[in-house]
């Protein structure tokens, strides 16, 4: 049918604004028929996917309906996907406390106390408010800063659901690839994991900006890509990480309209991270600072060769969603031989062959292939201040691929002959992952619990044996505490934290001789450790140098002015020198800023006894 110069007129004028389904609808005439005008008029310009004969899926259209209707049509669906996240992070909503958490929550809980707790990082403050209504809920209990974390790992599965519809016509798509990102173990650290969360948190918010700006390049409206930069602006706020957030709609724009075109949509995307870059160029010398004081010295002083490091990432990335056997919170096993490295490379290899054919066979595919790779470029910068890699860090990026691999699992149960054996591999595939989440949970359960399975994956970290030291100690096996210490020291000489650790086990053990030396190694690479000056005082209190101790506390309380313990030992200190009332005051001042100091209290009962 020949079309009218009035309907030629509305496709030219429409088709980069509205789907083809819609405009044939509008204007009463076949689909065919519109994209046979844009075809034949607009062969130069880069088309939505769904116009392109070399894409094996088009691109849907969805249909429009109210968050209420939604719900009623899915909600059997959001369930089992709520239910299988309930069973798989069961068993770790009761873990303890682990590595980050204690300095994030237990070593700052006076500061929790106080609502200007809120006020001390405000760029990232939707963290700092959860932590502060946990614990005015629950103090210090693990369970309720964690329940954040699953309520954002749920709000992540349900978003994935909601999102695969507009990439997919395969009705099992969105629950298919919305079960992969519930059940996978290598998203376990983002979700038990208390200080991992942010991961979690950020992709809720990311997911939810990009919704909306699919929403908005369906329907062009422009409160929808207000509410986009809006969750583009909270995820920022959560971690900065994801300032490649436009990356990821430049490639969409690309693969599936003319971004040479459309590129004022994404503008604002740009703008806003190239802001937030200025801000976090300015707290670089913090990351380093932070890294080295936790033994992370070859952070931001070594550069890494993109060659080696960027193949070794992507593929262990890749090896960990496939074959996930070596979770661990340290990925340190990266000093590689010739062939372990061309295993990794030759991964590295097949993922950049894979991803360049599904341009030219099916840009869907693209696309999500290369979102996996977008969002892992923040953490692969060769200065050294990320992991090479870490489990956490690719918690956005797999959803990628389990959009690939769910494409095929789809595209099998759709075949009728095998139909029953995907259904069967689909089956076996969620039950096993499922079951090696449960188990790996059960290493975030405890800190010895972490440790341990650290220490076997990742026994050339300095910080996996300085913490194994601590487990040892707890245990009383006084002599693999102190062997694990001093691998920490061999491996990073320059590693503050393993110095202290076993200082302070020779100050329990009464070896003063050995402990001294290596509080003052501490000080020398941190002087900012208060709890070394804090030990060397006792030690020359022990040995009645009473004014070496008073000389030590006084630089411990200069470092940390507010530490009641420390008030509480300088009055003893001051007490056998016969300085009675500053001892007195010191106890006061200790009962003031810790009102639960019972020695504070018995000291200052005892002195005023004696008036």
Do not use: C
């Amino acid at each position: 049918m020949a079309l009218t110069y009035s309907q030629k007129r509305y496709i030219q004028d429409n088709y980069q604004k509205i789907s083809s389904e819609n405009i044939a609808k509008t204007l009463n005439i076949s689909l065919d028929d519109v994209n046979n005008h844009i075809q034949k008029f607009y062969n130069n310009f880069n088309k939505k996917i769904k116009l392109s004969h070399n894409s094996h899926e088009a691109l849907p259209e969805v249909i429009d309906i109210s968050f209420q209707n939604w719900i009623k049509k899915h909600w059997i669906n959001l369930l089992i996907l709520l239910f299988f996240i309930l069973i798989v992070y069961a068993n770790g909503l009761m873990s303890d406390l682990v590595s980050d958490d204690i300095p994030a929550i237990v070593d700052i809980e006076k500061q929790l106390q106080s609502p200007s707790y809120l006020t001390l990082n405000p760029t990232f403050f939707p963290r700092a408010i959860q932590y502060f209504l946990a614990y005015k809920i629950g103090g210090v209990t693990p369970i309720y800063y964690r329940l954040f974390n699953i309520f954002f790992h749920i709000g992540t599965v349900w978003m994935v659901y909601a999102i695969v519809p507009f990439f997919s016509r395969k009705k099992l798509m969105p629950f298919l690839v919305a079960s992969l990102v519930a059940v996978h173990p290598i998203m376990v650290e983002s979700v038990t994991w208390i200080s991992g969360g942010i991961y979690a948190q950020t992709a809720f918010s990311i997911l939810i900006s990009f919704y909306f700006y699919l929403k908005y390049r369906q329907s062009g409206s422009r409160r929808l890509i207000l509410l986009s930069l809006f969750f583009y602006l909270l995820a920022l706020t959560t971690s900065e990480k994801i300032i490649i957030y436009p990356g990821i709609l430049f490639v969409y724009e690309f693969v599936f309209y003319n971004v040479w075109k459309t590129w004022p949509r994404i503008l604002p995307y740009f703008v806003i991270s190239f802001v937030w870059l200025l801000f976090i160029m300015t707290r670089v010398n913090d990351r380093i600072q932070y890294l080295e004081q936790i033994g992370s010295l070859d952070f931001g002083k070594n550069v890494y060769n993109p060659l080696e490091q960027i193949p070794t990432a992507v593929a262990t990335y890749l090896e960990l969603i496939f074959w996930p056997d070596k979770l661990t919170l340290y990925h340190s096993e990266f000093r590689l031989n010739l062939y372990q490295f061309f295993y990794l490379a030759g991964i590295f290899l097949v993922y950049v062959g894979v991803t360049i054919y599904t341009y030219f066979k099916n840009k869907t595919l693209f696309f999500w292939l290369t979102l996996f790779f977008i969002t892992l470029i923040p953490t692969m910068n060769p200065l050294g201040l990320s992991w090479i890699a870490a489990e956490r860090y690719v918690y956005l990026g797999s959803i990628g691929v389990y959009f690939f691999v769910a494409y095929f699992l789809a595209k099998l149960i759709d075949t009728k002959k095998y139909q029953a054996v995907g259904y069967v591999l689909v089956s076996f595939i969620l039950v096993a992952l499922s079951v090696r989440s449960i188990v790996r949970n059960i290493d975030w359960q405890t800190q010895d619990n972490l440790w341990l399975a650290t220490g076997k994956t990742s026994p050339s970290d300095p910080k996996t044996h300085n913490n194994l030291g601590d487990v040892y100690a707890r245990r009383g096996d006084w002599k693999k505490s102190a062997e694990e210490f001093a691998t920490a020291i061999r491996i990073n000489p320059k590693y503050p934290d393993a110095y202290y650790n076993l200082g302070n086990l020779y100050r329990t053990l009464k070896k003063y001789d050995e402990a001294m030396p290596l509080f003052e190694r501490t000080l020398a690479l941190n002087p900012n450790v208060w709890q070394a000056h804090q030990n060397i005082a006792v030690i020359n209190f022990e040995r009645g140098d009473i004014v070496g101790a008073e000389s030590h506390l006084k630089k411990a309380l200069e470092i940390s002015p507010e530490n009641s313990t420390l008030h509480s030992n300088l009055g003893i200190v001051y007490y056998q020198l016969n300085k009675k009332q500053e001892a007195l005051n010191e106890f006061q001042l200790a009962v003031q800023l810790e009102p639960k100091n019972e020695n504070a209290k018995a000291w200052i009962q005892k002195m005023l006894s004696e008036k």
